[in-house]
């Protein structure tokens, strides 16, 4: 079966910027260049929140692995946390001297990595919105930075036409792409963390192995790629381009596989949930939309062959460079064990699973509400101070 358009939100004033599911696929994230922040329902009939407080375009979005927090980064300089519920609070921090470009968190929930046009990526702790370190070789804007699945790695893409690979430790620069022959728009991990992909202004897609700092894959296209998001078995890859498609691409095959036709316009961010059953597209035209995926997902254990060269449908040319290694995801069997019972063991393992998540979300819940009670405290304080000043001023003009 092809993807299927499921859902259509309308809502935002202005171009969408990005999007993000959340763990459970019950909620969606959008920002836009009208400032606001959406936070979509995926159930049938109910309401969308509009969270408001950013002074200019939100240009990034992230939920937090648990799902009980959201990421934005803005034109006005800040990023914000907030709690995706219907009072919509937030803390701010002052994150960067331009527009932040991105934001995502480590697979942890602990850390956040920002990407800045004041040409900086900075690392923070999402506890305390405690600022870590810079890293600070990039010569032009910094459009994109993401950790690694593992959170060791760090890679970023800027309008340096280039993409570079940092560990995260080390806090040094590991390796620098330079293939690119325009603008890098978007880039991301493979699932494994053994590639990565990169999204450009020469309408290409690239796949590189960061192990061996190869070219594994080259697609090109007709229009611009301006984002991209994995299919979380590592097999697929979504694109979202200026001439106001969708392509999926399948890595392991290294053609195209679909071209889907939605948006009225450049569509201009693309992200696939979770699980990888949807994806979400957002575009100029000021509409989100969700995808249902429908290509089958159960080959994900198939041993990847090298592929040749080829040209497939819609004239998207793949050059497969080498054998395509990320991502092999070979389902594993457990032994029976006759004196347990199976479907009881796995009632047990969801209830504590669930029993974790629930305990992580109350804990990221916890800290948000802490930070707001810490800014009211500080607000508090300098109205005193403020209060305790004036009074001075009264006292000693009254005895002058």
Same mark, same amino acid.
């Given at each position: 079966? =092809?993807?299927?358009?499921?859902?259509?939100?309308?809502?935002?004033?202005?171009?969408?910027?990005?999007?993000?599911?959340? *763990?459970?696929?019950?909620?969606?994230?959008?920002?836009?260049?009208?400032?606001?922040?959406?936070?979509?329902?995926?159930?049938?009939?109910?309401?969308?929140?509009? !969270?408001?407080?950013?002074?200019?375009? #939100?240009?990034? +979005?992230?939920?937090?692995?648990?799902?009980?927090? &959201? #990421?934005?980064?803005?034109?006005?300089?800040? &990023?914000?946390?907030?709690?995706?519920?219907?009072?919509?609070?937030?803390?701010?921090?002052?994150?960067?001297?331009?527009?932040?470009?991105?934001?995502?968190?480590?697979?942890?929930?602990?850390?956040?990595?920002?990407?800045?046009?004041?040409?900086?990526?900075? +690392?923070?702790?999402?506890?305390?919105?405690?600022?870590?370190?810079?890293?600070?070789? %990039?010569?032009?804007?910094?459009?994109?930075?993401?950790?690694?699945?593992?959170?060791?790695? $760090?890679?970023?893409?800027?309008?340096?036409?280039?993409?570079?690979?940092?560990?995260?430790?080390?806090?040094?620069? $590991?390796?620098?792409?330079?293939?690119?022959?325009?603008?890098?728009?978007?880039?991301?991990?493979?699932?494994?963390?053994?590639?990565?992909?990169?999204?450009?202004? =020469?309408?290409? &897609?690239?796949?590189?192995?960061?192990?061996?700092?190869?070219?594994?894959? %080259?697609?090109?296209?007709?229009?611009?790629?301006?984002?991209?998001?994995?299919?979380?078995?590592?097999?697929?890859?979504?694109?979202?381009?200026?001439?106001?498609? *969708?392509?999926?691409?399948?890595?392991?095959?290294?053609?195209?596989?679909?071209?889907? %036709?939605?948006?009225?316009?450049?569509?201009?961010?693309?992200? !696939?949930?979770?699980?990888?059953? !949807?994806?979400?597209?957002?575009?100029?035209?000021?509409? &989100?939309?969700?995808?249902?995926?429908?290509? =089958?997902?159960?080959?994900?254990?198939?041993?990847?062959?090298?592929?040749?060269?080829?040209?497939?449908?819609?004239?998207?040319?793949? @050059?497969?460079?080498?054998?395509?290694?990320?991502?092999?995801?070979?389902?594993?069997?457990?032994?029976?064990?006759?004196?347990?019972?199976?479907?009881?063991?796995?009632?047990?393992?969801?209830?504590?699973?669930?029993? *974790?998540?629930?305990? #992580?979300?109350?804990?990221?819940?916890?800290?948000?509400?802490?930070?707001?009670?810490?800014?009211?405290? @500080?607000?508090?304080?300098?109205?005193?101070?403020?209060?305790?000043?004036?009074?001075?001023?009264?006292?000693?003009?009254? +005895?002058?």
């Amino acid at each position: 079966d =092809d993807p299927s358009l499921e859902r259509h939100f309308k809502g935002h004033r202005d171009a969408v910027t990005s999007v993000d599911f959340s *763990l459970n696929k019950k909620q969606l994230a959008s920002g836009s260049m009208d400032s606001c922040l959406m936070i979509w329902s995926m159930r049938p009939q109910m309401r969308a929140y509009r !969270f408001v407080g950013h002074k200019d375009a #939100v240009m990034c +979005v992230q939920f937090s692995p648990s799902g009980h927090l &959201v #990421v934005s980064g803005s034109r006005d300089k800040t &990023v914000r946390l907030w709690v995706p519920s219907v009072k919509g609070e937030s803390t701010v921090f002052k994150a960067h001297t331009g527009t932040v470009r991105s934001v995502h968190f480590s697979s942890d929930g602990q850390s956040l990595v920002t990407a800045s046009d004041d040409k900086t990526i900075k +690392v923070w702790t999402v506890h305390r919105q405690k600022f870590l370190f810079s890293l600070s070789q %990039h010569i032009n804007w910094v459009r994109c930075a993401k950790f690694s699945p593992d959170g060791r790695l $760090i890679v970023s893409a800027s309008d340096d036409k280039t993409v570079k690979l940092w560990d995260k430790t080390s806090r040094e620069c $590991i390796h620098s792409f330079c293939e690119h022959g325009g603008f890098v728009n978007h880039v991301d991990f493979h699932p494994s963390g053994t590639c990565i992909a990169a999204a450009g202004t =020469d309408n290409t &897609v690239k796949v590189w192995d960061v192990r061996m700092n190869r070219l594994l894959q %080259h697609y090109q296209g007709n229009a611009v790629v301006n984002s991209l998001s994995f299919h979380p078995s590592g097999n697929y890859l979504v694109t979202a381009s200026n001439d106001s498609t *969708l392509k999926i691409l399948d890595l392991l095959e290294g053609r195209l596989l679909y071209t889907l %036709h939605g948006h009225q316009g450049p569509a201009t961010c693309v992200a !696939f949930s979770r699980t990888g059953d !949807f994806f979400a597209s957002g575009g100029s035209d000021e509409q &989100v939309m969700v995808w249902k995926t429908n290509f =089958d997902a159960a080959d994900y254990g198939d041993v990847l062959k090298t592929q040749k060269s080829g040209t497939s449908v819609d004239g998207t040319h793949c @050059t497969q460079q080498s054998e395509m290694e990320c991502g092999v995801h070979l389902k594993k069997t457990k032994p029976q064990d006759p004196g347990r019972n199976n479907h009881h063991q796995q009632q047990e393992e969801e209830a504590i699973a669930n029993t *974790l998540e629930h305990i #992580v979300g109350q804990l990221d819940v916890l800290t948000q509400t802490v930070s707001i009670l810490e800014q009211r405290l @500080t607000l508090t304080e300098d109205k005193l101070k403020e209060c305790l000043e004036n009074q001075q001023k009264i006292i000693q003009n009254k +005895v002058n």
